[in-house]
């Protein structure tokens, strides 16, 4: 099947993970900016149509499983990390755990039988007439050199580069692609999710402190993270507050899902089926701190006014708490919980100035990112205008 479309956006769409559902959103409501919704096509994994059609009916969405080819006037990067490459560590997934997952995927309508076989694929036909395009992007680690060549191979055809952090810049930089710009991720832009953000809450004890975890097999802190945020949570009860677990990712965090949901403690897990994002987006803003090892907890966090303790299990998480300035800090593996417990206490001491300060630098990076929205609806004016004028 021949697929031929004005716009088509590409990321990792459609496996249920919040953050890159919200970038999603964002990246089609960018690109509305220009073009009709049905003139736009993103590339989705198995298993998402329905709840992708459920976030937002009007692009056309195609499975990559499927056997089919897409022209494009442009192909976008629509945002996330999809330039990187761990494969320098031998941590690896179980067969129980693998199997686990698939078995799981089954019952839930995210994979089929077919998923067992190598899929044909989707075949981009991106030829030299395609424009390409890149938008809140970010980019590394390379365990291995032949991956950056390939990165930077892939991104030196993208007229339209930007890019949302100063890791992201100084690659760009050093592959030599000057049409790279800096600007803010997608996800504190809550103007382009297509939902309202819930009020912010008034604190009092006992706090609420919400702790996202995340099944991480790429480092070591990875797989130490879990344990600890466990162990911390276990501490901040008996402190008299009240921890709440979030999974972003209900689908793919398996070992995370099943950890927390078989403890005691409150948990929310993400499901696109269920859940709309107003409805996580409320059970988060009833937090009053969050412990996260998704970068996007602590973005979205902060777009809800609420400070961050970013757990530091690969680089982003350490860029994410420098990013928010005084609005979060890091937590260094080994994660040790006084570690954990003191950093958490020292936020609620002063969680008004810490309110403030992700309130302002929220703002800041929101006003960012919807500069590249508006300088990307100026790219697609120029180089791919609506067919409807």
């Given amino acids: 099947m021949l697929v031929d479309t004005p716009v088509v956006i590409i990321g990792g769409f459609g496996l249920g993970n919040f953050g890159d559902d919200l970038l999603m959103l964002a990246a089609v409501n960018a690109v509305r900016k220009v073009h009709d919704p049905t003139d736009i096509t993103v590339l989705i994994y198995r298993g998402g149509e329905r709840y992708c059609r459920r976030l937002d009916a009007m692009p056309q969405y195609i499975v990559r499983q499927a056997e089919t080819t897409v022209r494009s006037q442009v192909a976008i990067?629509?945002?996330?990390?999809?330039?990187?490459?761990?494969?320098?560590?031998?941590?690896?997934?179980?067969?129980?755990?693998?199997?686990?997952?698939?078995?799981?995927?089954?019952?839930?309508?995210?994979?089929?039988?077919?998923?067992?076989?190598?899929?044909?694929?989707?075949?981009?036909?991106?030829?030299?007439?395609?424009?390409?395009?890149?938008?809140?992007?970010?980019?590394?680690?390379?365990?291995?050199?032949?991956?950056?060549?390939?990165?930077?191979?892939?991104?030196?055809?993208?007229?339209?580069?930007?890019?949302?952090?100063?890791?992201?810049?100084?690659?760009?930089?050093?592959?030599?692609?000057?049409?790279?710009?800096?600007?803010?991720?997608?996800?504190?832009?809550?103007?382009?999710?297509?939902?309202?953000?819930?009020?912010?809450?008034?604190?009092?004890?006992?706090?609420?402190?919400?702790?996202?975890?995340?099944?991480?097999?790429?480092?070591?802190?990875?797989?130490?993270?879990?344990?600890?945020?466990?162990?911390?949570?276990?501490?901040?009860?008996?402190?008299?507050?009240?921890?709440?677990?979030?999974?972003?990712?209900?689908?793919?965090?398996?070992?995370?899902?099943?950890?927390?949901?078989?403890?005691?403690?409150?948990?929310?897990?993400?499901?696109?089926?269920?859940?709309?994002?107003?409805?996580?987006?409320?059970?988060?803003?009833?937090?009053?701190?969050?412990?996260?090892?998704?970068?996007?907890?602590?973005?979205?966090?902060?777009a809800l006014g609420i400070p961050a303790i970013c757990t530091v299990i690969e680089p982003k998480l350490r860029i994410m708490a420098e990013t928010l300035e005084d609005a979060a800090v890091g937590w260094e593996s080994p994660f040790e919980v006084d570690d954990g417990v003191k950093l958490v206490e020292a936020t609620l001491d002063c969680l008004d100035d810490r309110r403030r300060a992700a309130q302002d630098v929220s703002a800041k990076h929101a006003e960012s990112a919807l500069v590249s929205a508006d300088e990307l609806a100026d790219y697609l004016k120029r180089v791919a205008p609506s067919p409807g004028g």
Avoid at 101 to 116: D, K, Q, T, V
Avoid at 189 to 201: C, Q, V, Y
Wanted: hydrophobic share 35%; net charge positive.
């Fill in 77 to 302: 990067y629509g945002g996330g990390t999809q330039f990187y490459d761990f494969q320098g560590t031998s941590l690896r997934r179980s067969r129980w755990e693998r199997a686990q997952r698939f078995l799981e995927g089954l019952a839930s309508g995210r994979m089929s039988l077919a998923n067992l076989r190598r899929p044909q694929g989707v075949r981009l036909d991106l030829d030299e007439k395609t424009r390409r395009a890149a938008i809140s992007i970010g980019l590394g680690p390379f365990a291995r050199p032949e991956s950056e060549q390939s990165a930077a191979k892939q991104l030196a055809g993208c007229e339209f580069l930007s890019v949302r952090d100063e890791t992201s810049v100084r690659y760009c930089q050093n592959w030599g692609l000057e049409q790279a710009s800096l600007h803010s991720d997608f996800g504190y832009a809550s103007s382009l999710w297509g939902a309202d953000l819930p009020a912010l809450k008034n604190s009092s004890p006992p706090y609420r402190i919400g702790i996202i975890v995340r099944d991480w097999y790429r480092t070591e802190e990875g797989f130490r993270h879990l344990s600890a945020s466990m162990e911390l949570a276990a501490s901040l009860e008996k402190r008299g507050h009240k921890p709440t677990f979030f999974i972003f990712d209900g689908f793919g965090d398996t070992t995370c899902r099943r950890t927390v949901q078989s403890s005691s403690f409150s948990n929310i897990i993400w499901n696109p089926n269920r859940l709309s994002i107003s409805d996580q987006l409320d059970e988060l803003a009833a937090c009053d701190v969050l412990v996260t090892s998704r970068a996007h907890g602590a973005i979205v966090g902060s």
